[in-house]
């Protein structure tokens, strides 16, 4: 098949989702700004630290499901794409627990945490 | 269009045993392993940031959130600008298809640029380099391997852009592999010499330095530049269509990836920082 450059719009193709994305764009910009202000409020630390990992996995998963077209692929695309996700995401945990252990925490820093414990 | 684009279905692909398109599974299969790639890195430089040694850097005193914000802000509207990219392709509008591309390239090459900045700022004025402290280490080997992602990105794009100008009559190499040429020395010359060069100054350097300083940069990105525009004009039938949705769709899913795996390192590296 060949096309000229200036191909137009026949009416035969998939429906255009222009709108769609762009509404999608908009809520993902304002999720950002969202989380800049945030971390400038005098809320709880605790809170912030949810509100931040839960708005950054709303993105996450908009872009992936709308941008990405896991939303309308065959959900096979969805479970390879998660078996990585997982285990990155177990990863992750694994290491962040395995060094918050104190048996494994580098010397220096166990080091610096009893001078400062001798200032206090 | 004639009568067989009607029946393209681009989500679903009856000749393969899955029913998805080959090019889209390995894409898929390569970015779920590129997520335990990218895993490894945060959470070594996440360990680092929770056990830092003596003397370590304050990524405080070192980052600019607003800049940063700012790339955040253009990577995800560059993600905006490919998924148009797919939709216009997956209408047949290769003509949309090709600014939407040339769209995101632009931003990517922003995004690139704050990074070239914001990389020579922390060497050069708060002297934080890649081996005089382990946040040092661990930022630069994060971000820098992120930035490599997005630089390859822009690259497959210009290829894809580059394609989509083949004549329908086969022949043109010469002339795609010139076009090629003239894209990646348009926006190499924007993301490491222009883009760094126009934020510094915004934070007050002279522009007539500017041009002084990197003249001879300049001068190749303005060439660069003219021929883009010049093998940019329309030169009749071109092979690409319609049947090509699932090309861009495949180089789309990689965009979009760098930008879900920015989405993570902005909260977990720059924004966590400042609480």
Same mark, same amino acid.
């Given at each position: 098949?060949s096309?000229p450059?200036?191909?137009a719009?026949?009416?035969?193709?998939e429906?255009?989702? @222009?709108? !769609?994305? +762009?509404?999608?764009? $908009?809520? &993902?910009?304002?999720?950002?700004?969202?989380?800049v202000? *945030?971390?400038?409020?005098?809320?709880?630390?605790?809170?912030?630290?949810?509100?931040?990992?839960?708005?950054s996995?709303?993105k @996450?998963? !908009?872009? +992936?499901?709308?941008? $990405?077209? &896991?939303?309308?692929?065959?959900?096979?695309?969805?479970? *390879?794409?998660?078996?990585?996700?997982?285990?990155?995401?177990?990863?992750?945990?694994?290491?962040?627990h395995?060094?918050?252990?104190?048996?494994?925490?580098?010397?220096?820093?166990?080091? &610096?945490?009893t001078?400062?414990?001798?200032?206090? | 269009?004639?009568?067989?684009?009607?029946?393209?279905?681009?989500?679903?692909d009856?000749?393969?045993?899955?029913?998805?398109?080959?090019?889209?599974?390995l894409?898929?299969a390569?970015?779920?392993?590129d997520?335990?790639?990218?895993?490894?890195?945060?959470?070594?430089?996440?360990?680092y940031?929770?056990?830092?040694p003596?003397?370590?850097?304050?990524?405080?005193?070192?980052?600019?959130?607003?800049?940063?914000?700012?790339s955040t802000?253009?990577?995800?509207?560059s993600?905006?600008?490919?998924?148009?990219?797919?939709?216009?392709?997956?209408?047949?509008?290769?003509?949309?298809?090709?600014t939407?591309?040339?769209?995101?390239?632009?931003?990517?090459c922003?995004?690139?640029?704050g990074?070239?900045?914001?990389?020579?700022?922390?060497?050069?004025v708060?002297k934080?380099?890649?081996?005089?402290?382990?946040?040092?280490?661990?930022?630069?080997?994060?971000?820098?391997?992120?930035?490599?992602h997005?630089?390859?990105g822009?690259?497959?794009?210009?290829m894809?852009?580059?394609?989509?100008?083949?004549?329908?009559?086969?022949?043109?190499?010469?002339?795609?592999?010139?076009?090629?040429?003239a894209?990646?020395?348009?926006f190499?010359?924007?993301?490491?010499?222009?883009v760094?060069?126009?934020?510094e100054?915004?934070?007050?350097?002279?522009?007539?330095e500017l041009?002084?300083?990197?003249?001879?940069?300049?001068?190749?990105?303005i060439?660069?530049?003219?021929?883009?525009?010049?093998?940019?004009?329309?030169?009749?039938?071109?092979?690409?269509g319609?049947?090509?949705?699932?090309?861009?769709?495949?180089?789309?899913?990689?965009?979009?990836?760098?930008?879900?795996?920015?989405?993570?390192?902005?909260?977990?590296?720059?924004?966590?920082?400042?609480?």
């Amino acid at each position: 098949m060949s096309a000229p450059a200036t191909t137009a719009d026949a009416g035969h193709h998939e429906p255009s989702k @222009f709108h !769609f994305y +762009i509404q999608i764009a $908009m809520i &993902l910009s304002v999720i950002t700004g969202v989380e800049v202000v *945030l971390v400038y409020l005098p809320i709880a630390k605790w809170f912030v630290v949810t509100a931040l990992c839960t708005l950054s996995a709303v993105k @996450f998963m !908009f872009v +992936i499901f709308f941008f $990405m077209h &896991l939303r309308w692929d065959k959900v096979f695309c969805t479970i *390879l794409f998660f078996i990585g996700l997982v285990l990155a995401g177990g990863t992750m945990w694994a290491l962040l627990h395995i060094f918050g252990a104190d048996a494994s925490k580098p010397l220096s820093a166990a080091m &610096l945490e009893t001078a400062h414990l001798a200032i206090a | 269009m004639n009568s067989h684009a009607a029946t393209i279905d681009h989500h679903h692909d009856a000749t393969t045993a899955t029913g998805i398109p080959n090019k889209k599974l390995l894409w898929w299969a390569f970015l779920a392993s590129d997520c335990m790639f990218f895993g490894a890195l945060i959470s070594t430089h996440l360990v680092y940031r929770l056990n830092p040694p003596p003397g370590n850097a304050v990524p405080t005193q070192i980052f600019n959130i607003e800049l940063t914000s700012f790339s955040t802000f253009i990577l995800l509207m560059s993600s905006l600008l490919m998924a148009l990219a797919v939709n216009a392709i997956q209408r047949g509008n290769v003509r949309s298809t090709r600014t939407m591309l040339l769209g995101t390239m632009f931003f990517g090459c922003l995004f690139l640029g704050g990074q070239v900045f914001e990389f020579t700022h922390f060497v050069y004025v708060k002297k934080m380099t890649l081996s005089n402290s382990i946040f040092g280490s661990t930022f630069f080997t994060l971000t820098g391997t992120h930035g490599t992602h997005v630089a390859i990105g822009v690259l497959l794009l210009g290829m894809m852009y580059v394609r989509t100008f083949k004549p329908a009559q086969g022949g043109g190499l010469l002339l795609n592999f010139v076009h090629l040429l003239a894209v990646c020395v348009t926006f190499g010359v924007a993301f490491i010499w222009f883009v760094p060069g126009m934020i510094e100054v915004v934070y007050g350097a002279s522009f007539s330095e500017l041009l002084r300083e990197h003249a001879i940069p300049f001068a190749a990105g303005i060439v660069g530049l003219i021929a883009l525009i010049a093998l940019g004009r329309t030169r009749g039938a071109v092979e690409f269509g319609e049947k090509n949705a699932i090309d861009v769709e495949a180089i789309g899913l990689y965009w979009h990836f760098v930008d879900i795996v920015w989405i993570i390192i902005f909260t977990a590296v720059y924004l966590l920082e400042y609480l």
